[in-house]
């Protein structure tokens, strides 16, 4: 089904709901809300189905090392995500299908859990996500600066086919996967085994201490750990530089680690993590090294508190109390080291940001951001060794 097409089923979709008169059902009585997305779901609670998505309008402009274009400024305006999601659940089943709608298209995730055996253990299978670090395993839709961490984006692990056991209670939240990385050139299956486990020592309404750990052990990946430098140009991320260190065209094995804290406490929190990985290239002796960390805070101004998921160990968004919405002042300092030793590739080696911005929750659907980023590296790329860059984003998340 080609992209006019889905946007067509999905007006439709919304205005049928807007004029529909009487609704009946063979089951049991049901309920429509249309708030946030469209949602129908049984009065006892046994099956529930949401038509809903995300869409990300991002405008940057940004200079210096930041620009893959050496000694020039550079802009771009483009859609970051477009997303439909339906998601729903049928007694013990639940199931979520996303689709990215920018580019040529593609799934983002697809996948089926069972619940049946309680919130300490969920299985779920299909394209979904590996869970490894705090602001990774969060939603796009509610990371503290538009972008993620560069410590975070160059440890990330994506969605991938896989075999998932989770769960979750009000101290601990864990996840270990198996997942598909490659087919390596004799036709075999390269995999990747993923854990994380989160404590929370307090957690008393909205106010809570968090602490996690995580690994991931990965075969078959390419020779190369890398990271935008704070913002993006395009959909394809292709007008921006990239710190990096690889071997090119070679694969190997990976092996990454991570600690995480973070803290909430009324309107204000905290959250830092640290990342190291090392990848043994195939066929030699080389071995690339990365480590890098980044701590961030935010403080919201008009006094309500970030939302928290239990059962993925992570933040979420804000609701906003009053009419005004809600304001939300951020900063961030991040720092990535990628330097090794020839015959290994290194670009830029070690780059440090510090990043200040404010969020408006215009309401529970639409956000508003503008983060303005410093950034230097430890090698010139293009010539340049600083840049910064203005981002912004409009949010509609239903």
């Known amino acids: ?9 999905v007006a439709a979709t919304w205005v049928t709901s807007l004029q529909a008169g009487t609704v009946t059902t063979d089951g049991a009585d049901i309920v429509i809300n ?16 949401k038509l809903g998505g995300r869409i990300q309008a991002d405008y940057n402009d940004y200079d210096g090392v930041i620009n893959a274009v050496p000694g020039e400024d550079g802009s771009d305006a483009f859609f970051r995500r477009a997303r439909l999601e339906i998601k729903g659940h ?27 055996w309680g919130k300490l253990a969920n299985l779920t299978v299909g394209q979904q996500k590996e869970n490894f670090g705090l602001d990774d395993t969060g939603s796009s839709n509610w990371t503290v600066g538009i972008e993620r961490a560069m410590p975070a984006n160059a440890f990330d692990t994506g969605n991938n086919l896989g075999v998932k056991l989770l769960g979750a209670n009000n101290l601990l939240s864990y996840s270990i996967g198996v997942y598909k990385t490659a087919i390596d050139s004799d036709n075999d299956l390269e995999t990747a085994v993923t854990g994380r486990v989160v404590v929370r020592p307090y957690m008393e309404g909205a106010n809570l201490v968090h602490l996690g750990a995580g690994f991931t052990d990965r075969s078959g990946v390419a020779a190369d750990y890398n990271s935008r430098l704070g913002a993006r140009g395009g959909e394809e991320g292709t007008g921006v530089s990239r710190v990096r260190a690889r071997i090119s065209n070679a694969l190997g094995d990976r092996r990454d680690y991570n600690l995480e804290a973070a803290a909430n ?28 960390y980044y701590v961030q805070a935010g403080w919201i101004l008009s006094g309500e508190s970030r939302g928290y998921k239990t059962d993925m160990g992570a933040f979420d968004g804000v609701k906003p109390a009053g009419p005004g919405g809600a304001w939300e002042l ?8 990628l330097a090794n030793a020839p015959p290994i590739a290194v670009t830029g080696e ?49």
């Open 1 to 9: 089904m080609n992209k006019t097409a889905i946007a067509l089923a």
């Open 34 to 49: 249309t708030k946030s997305g469209l949602e129908v779901k049984t009065v006892d609670g046994q099956y529930a189905f």
């Open 90 to 116: 049928a007694r013990e089943w639940s199931y979520l299908v996303s689709y990215n709608l920018t580019g040529s298209g593609s799934i983002d995730q697809l996948n089926t859990t069972y619940t049946g």
């Open 265 to 292: 406490v009324g309107p204000v929190y905290v959250m830092a993590e640290y990342f190291k990985g090392e990848i043994d290239v195939d066929n030699t002796s080389y071995t690339i090294d990365a480590d890098g």
């Open 330 to 337: 951020i900063a961030r300092f991040d720092t990535l080291d």
């Open 350 to 398: 070690k780059a440090d940001s510090i990043t200040l911005g404010v969020n408006w929750y215009i309401n529970a659907m639409v956000k508003l951001s503008m983060n303005y980023v410093d950034v230097g590296t430890d090698r010139k790329i293009g010539g340049e060794d600083n840049g910064n860059a203005l981002v912004a984003r409009l949010q509609l998340a239903f």
